[in-house]
């Protein structure tokens, strides 16, 4: 696999987008895993620091409505 932004060889892929990225161009994100509601119903999320990030991509900061999956 070859980095999405040199085409050298990829050493990872990007946990938010899956480009592959080789170690010059690869950056540090934290990542949600998942989320569960805790104690005394507050949301919760199990993140991940240090996940790959391509530097391309823009996660977004806010949950986005998509009633077209229901």
Known sequence: MLCW???????????????AVCKKHAAEMPAIVTIYIGDKQVPKAIVVSGALHCGNCHPQSHPIEMPEIY
């Open 5 to 19: 932004n040199c085409n050298e060889p990829a050493s990872g892929v990007c946990a938010f987008c899956g480009r």
